[in-house]
């Protein structure tokens, strides 16, 4: 009981970092609201980037998030533990409506359920 709370605590925490990273370089890259100033042509966009603090956070969130996800392998068979990775594309959807502020059509909200719906079916013990 324990190991498989484990294993799923690890799946979601893997999956909310990179929610959190996604979430953290479309800020990092500019966000419509953002108003930030970005500097023009190919050099300029790299400068920008290296020099992103939500660019720098997104980055090591994702290093968390590589270290959680072998932990979660030693636990997780790699048939649960990929497909569970699915609702990361849910996050995104959730975080893209309320955090960034953008629409989401009917036919999005859609799919991110059937995604779940998916997940649910494949991962449910």
């Known amino acids: 009981m324990f190991q498989s709370g484990m294993m799923f605590a690890l799946l979601l925490a893997t ?3 990179d929610v959190c ?6 800020l990092g890259v500019g966000h419509d609201d953002s108003g ?6 190919a050099v300029g966009f790299v400068l920008d980037l290296v020099g992103s603090p939500w660019v720098v956070a997104g980055l090591l969130i994702y290093v968390v998030e590589f270290v959680v996800w ?8 790699l048939s649960v533990a990929f497909p569970f990775m699915a609702l990361s594309y ?3 959807v959730l975080a ?3 955090v960034l502020k953008e629409h989401v059509s009917l036919r999005r909200w859609l799919g991110t359920i ?5 997940v649910a079916l494949v991962c449910w013990p």
């Open 15 to 17: 999956v909310l970092c």
């Open 21 to 26: 990273g996604q979430v953290c370089f479309k």
């Open 36 to 41: 930030v100033k970005r500097r023009a042509g």
């Open 70 to 77: 072998f932990a979660a392998l030693t636990l997780a068979p």
């Open 90 to 92: 849910c996050g995104v």
């Open 96 to 98: 893209s409506r309320w």
């Open 114 to 118: 059937a995604v779940a719906g998916g």
